[in-house]
């Protein structure tokens, strides 16, 4: 069993819908929680990062951590077709410990 | 700023042949890693490096090399290249290591036949 599992989907959803992507963890020692969005042939940039449990916002863009279920999620509301790329999650128990990451979500937001 | 920069953006070998594949960042980061991308596999490190003149591998070090002799650059070199090194290459910066977030370059698309 991988430490990080993230369906890789695609998931295809229409234009405004809410979209939700999720990961799940083994490893209780997870601190740092991460999404990154991928573009096709770019490379990953950062787009949410929280730290310990709780919720973030940053825009239409929510990242949800339960750690009691170890269970991490990203909300983007009104998603737009610029919103369609890879998501992929990634973790690390700490500044001595490298990241691990998902596979990768791929996310289709038809117009 | 530019960012981390990567060079070249595709490259095809002969298996056997040797390379170096470029990195190089501009914003003062002293943490700097190589990542492999293979489809379903998601990310694989290769080589990191917490400054300039300190390297470790990561989980797939074998058949590469790295050095860092600056800060700003950190190059990934393929020994004898082999088909299963076919692959998408990223190479990542941190400020205060990957806890805190990379930033990526835009990768390099290798190609072993």
């Known amino acids: 069993q991988k430490e990080v599992e993230q369906d890789p989907g695609p998931l295809s959803v229409p234009e405004g819908a809410i979209v939700s992507l999720n990961c799940t963890y083994s490893?209780?020692?997870?601190?740092?929680f991460m999404w990154y969005r991928q573009y096709s042939r770019k490379g990953p940039e950062l787009l949410m990062y929280t730290y310990s449990s709780g919720n973030k916002e940053d825009g239409r863009f929510t990242a949800q951590v339960d750690k009691s279920s170890k269970y991490i999620s990203l909300f983007i509301r009104d998603s737009q077709p610029s919103d369609s790329a890879t998501y992929l999650c990634a973790m690390s128990a700490g500044s001595n410990y490298q990241l691990i990451w998902g596979a990768g979500t791929k996310l289709i937001i038809k117009p | 700023n530019a960012g981390v920069t990567q060079t070249p953006k595709f490259q095809v070998l002969k298996t056997g042949q040797s390379m170096t594949l470029q990195c190089a960042q501009d914003m003062n980061h002293e943490y700097m890693s190589w990542y492999r991308q293979d489809p379903g596999m998601g990310l694989r490190l290769i080589h990191y490096?917490?400054?300039?003149?300190?390297?470790d591998q990561g989980e797939v070090p074998n058949g590469y090399n790295v050095s860092r002799s600056t800060t700003e650059d950190f190059p990934l070199r393929l020994l004898s290249a082999a088909p299963s090194q076919t692959s998408v290459y990223f190479c990542?910066?941190?400020?205060?290591?990957?806890?805190?977030?990379?930033?990526f370059g835009s990768g390099t698309r290798l190609t072993v036949v």
């Open positions: 490096s917490v400054g300039a003149g300190i390297t």
């Open positions: 490893n209780s020692a997870f601190q740092y």
């Open positions: 990542a910066s941190s400020y205060q290591g990957p806890q805190s977030g990379y930033t």
